[in-house]
């Protein structure tokens, strides 16, 4: 995590663009000014709870580390942080490779999500022992007004 981290900011910082693939660009375009609305569980107990991830952008920092924009609703606080994700690609396929990773406000969390089609799906858990599975759909945001 820490070469993570590390990698990002020298990345971040310089402001170096990043060559990338016809695949990532799609993956970054997909990306922008979107939320995930969809579904989790929690454990076996087949429950589903509401789910939502507001993306501002995506930009690839270098390698496999990608940078995210996004807003964190949790526990009635509105934040807009930048987090260091690894992305890994299953052919064309970009999945989220969280590992024990903290996430401000929210804890420390491992995740496998893999994006496709305009939907997502994935497994994740919490260093607390708890976790599940988790879907649903990518969907653009209406145009900021002037």
């Known amino acids: 995590m820490r070469l993570v ?4 900011l020298t990345l971040v910082l310089t402001g170096q663009e990043t060559p ?3 695949a990532e660009k799609l993956f970054q375009e997909s990306m922008a000014n979107v939320t995930l609305t969809g579904f989790y569980t929690n454990g076996n ?28 609703q949790y526990n009635g606080k509105d934040m807009a942080i930048a987090l260091p994700v690894p992305i890994l690609w299953a052919g064309e396929t970009p999945v989220v490779t969280l590992t024990n990773m903290p996430i401000p406000g929210s804890g420390t969390f491992t995740a496998r ?4 089609n305009g939907e997502y799906v994935g497994t994740w ?7 599940g599975k988790m879907f649903g759909t990518i969907g653009k945001n209406a145009a900021a007004k002037p």
């Open 5 to 8: 981290l590390f990698v990002f």
């Open 20 to 22: 990338m693939t016809a």
């Open 45 to 72: 107990s087949g429950e589903l709870k509401q789910d939502r991830y507001v993306i501002e952008k995506i930009s690839k920092a270098g390698g496999n580390v990608w940078k995210f924009d996004v807003r964190i």
């Open 113 to 116: 999500v893999l994006f496709h």
């Open 125 to 131: 858990a919490g260093a607390d022992g708890r976790g």
